[in-house]
């Protein structure tokens, strides 16, 4: 007869858990009490991690590895659990098992933790488990049993503070660390996070885990995941699909890196074709629906018009993720955005964009004096701007544009029309412009053709890196587009809002500049389909009026004071 005394113990403040013990003591009727036999790690075990394990649990594995062999004096081989697809899961004979395995103790062990719960098991002499309810709290799990039963430890710098000893173990040892959560109740829309399931169209369940534990993470709710074949009905987060049958939604720009999140009858619909823009579309959900820095009881509303879009850029970025984002309507249909990214290393990387509705304002070409006749000269885009207002013009807001012969002819080096007026050719480069009619539109030199005498404005760049919802001619492997430049871009969303974005560089403590590609994703963040690169460096240059009339720079020029441009594009209210 086994009796189990199952200690468990849940805090009730966020982020201060308990630990408790579990010791499991076998008891014979008639019989003396006996305790379970100790054991001694030898050569023969294996660290076994999940196949698709990310940095964290590589992390964990590692420090089980070294924390054994200083302690024990040997090196344990480590391993993964994959398995052949359909084939039996057949595990070795000795196994200590780090994070969510296939193995059947991994599962039973993972299914009952949250976010920063954690748990080490001896299980029996043939299995260990080292399991968190995420993979950063699995490291966490290593840590403690290490320290616990071998006296290993490290200090945060990975430095080894105790080296360990060698130490018998004993079949139910249980270490079990559970969270408290501020958020008590987190309802979507009008029920309870925890009514809700993933309902998987995917067929393999892959990134659904980055959904579990960032919900997990803010509320202590770990969410069951049902295949698309198995959905009843109720209140779902549809993962892959933009339909409840499972079909993708009716989108125009669906490129295969694109993701679209929309909001329908109290669901929310995470919609992609491939794996890796899932995993950009997930990540984008828990930002923009999870809150932060809440706590007690806290309602998301569903309006059920948001729709949102990005892109997932697979090579030449700096795996910029959205950390803030403040907006405010500074006029009816126009939309001011601050964001704030952090990098690979945490880096900051700012961002200001202004988005423009259609019909909402003009966009027009700035030349200095506000004049079609001052080619050849440059000024700042505060005195552009100043120019134009003088000459009657309601402007809100301006950026610089196109590149020019700095130094030299001050010429701008592509197409440049002002109220009409052709001032310079393309020079085989892409541009940007609006139409007589209104429209955005931009093209190749080769497709200015199509345009000819239709555009009203116009200004050159440098590489499309947005066309149709995809990524375009982003150069990688090239100076100009892995260097992270300040950078200054123009963007079309599907319904045909214009964005007009910089992005500030070259000042570590402010803003660490932007790749192209990284350029194309945060184009993405603001739902653009199609976006250029204009001149960026030195030239960038955000300026908005403030609500006492004034032009103000809102971006940090990397050089620390306005450059003289030869043009730019300012919005212009009726």
Request: glycine share 10%; charged share 20%; proline share 3%.
């Amino acid at each position: 007869m086994l009796a189990c005394i199952l200690l468990g113990a849940v805090s009730c403040t966020g982020g201060e858990g308990e630990i408790t013990t579990e010791q499991i003591t076998e008891a014979i009727t008639d019989a003396p009490e006996t305790e379970s036999p100790s054991f001694s790690l030898t050569a023969d075990y294996k660290l076994v991690r999940p196949d698709d394990s990310d940095s964290s649990e590589v992390a964990a594995i590692q420090l089980l590895s070294r924390g054994l062999e200083s302690a024990m004096g040997f090196k344990l081989p480590m391993t993964t659990d994959f398995t052949k697809k359909g084939a039996e899961v057949v595990p070795n004979e000795y196994e200590i098992l780090v994070g969510a395995t296939n193995r059947a103790d991994s599962v039973a062990a993972r299914e009952s933790l949250t976010y920063y719960d954690w748990t080490y098991k001896i299980v029996s002499e043939n299995v260990i488990v080292i399991c968190g309810g995420s993979p950063e709290s699995t490291v966490t799990a290593v840590e403690n049993f290490l320290k616990d039963i071998f006296g290993y430890t490290e200090d945060k710098n990975g430095k080894v503070t105790s080296e360990g000893t060698a130490a018998e173990l004993k079949a139910g040892q249980n270490q079990l660390y559970t969270n408290g959560y501020p958020i008590t109740s987190l309802q979507l829309g009008e029920r309870e996070i925890s009514e809700y399931s993933i309902v998987d169209a995917t067929k393999n369940g892959k990134n659904i885990d980055l959904i579990i534990q960032g919900i997990s993470k803010v509320c202590g709710v770990n969410l069951k995941t049902v295949p698309i074949a198995n959905y009843k009905g109720g209140p779902a987060i549809f993962y892959g699909c933009g339909k409840p049958d499972g079909s993708h939604g009716d989108q125009k720009y669906f490129a295969t890196n694109r993701y679209f999140i929309t909001e329908a009858d109290g669901n929310i619909f995470i919609d992609f074709k491939g794996d890796s823009a899932g995993a950009a579309g997930a990540q984008r959900f828990l930002y923009e629906y999870m809150p932060t820095g809440v706590s007690g009881e806290y309602k998301i509303e569903l309006s059920g018009s948001r729709n949102l879009s990005g892109l997932h850029v697979p090579n030449g970025t700096n795996k910029l993720r959205e950390a803030t984002r403040t907006s405010v309507e500074v006029a009816p249909g126009v939309i001011y955005t601050e964001i704030v990214y952090t990098d690979k290393n945490s880096a900051n990387v700012r961002a200001y964009a202004i988005s423009i509705k259609p019909g909402a304002a003009t966009i027009l070409t700035t030349m200095p004096s506000d004049s079609a006749d001052k080619k050849g000269t440059v000024a700042n885009m505060k005195k552009q701007l100043t120019s134009a207002i003088s000459n009657g013009k309601n402007v809100i807001a301006g950026v610089n544009a196109d590149f020019f012969d700095m130094g030299g002819t001050n010429v701008m080096r592509g197409l440049c029309i002002k109220d009409g007026v052709f001032i310079s050719g393309t020079g085989e480069r892409p541009w940007f412009g609006i139409t007589n009619d209104g429209n955005a539109v931009m093209g190749t030199s080769a497709e200015y053709a199509n345009y000819k005498d239709k555009l009203f404005t116009a200004v050159g760049g440098s590489h499309i890196i947005l066309k149709n919802g995809g990524t375009d001619n982003l150069s990688i492997g090239t100076e100009f587009s892995d260097t992270r430049h300040p950078r200054t871009a123009a963007g079309v969303t599907s319904d045909g809002t214009i964005v007009l974005i910089v992005v500030d560089g070259r000042q570590p403590e402010i803003s660490n500049g932007a790749s192209l590609a990284d350029l194309a994703y945060i184009m993405s963040t603001l739902d653009c389909v199609n976006a250029i690169n204009l001149d960026g460096g030195g030239s960038s240059t955000f300026i908005l009026k403030n609500e006492k009339g004034e032009l103000v720079t809102e971006n940090s020029p990397s050089a620390g004071s306005l450059r003289a441009v030869a043009n730019g594009l300012m919005i212009v209210l009726p």
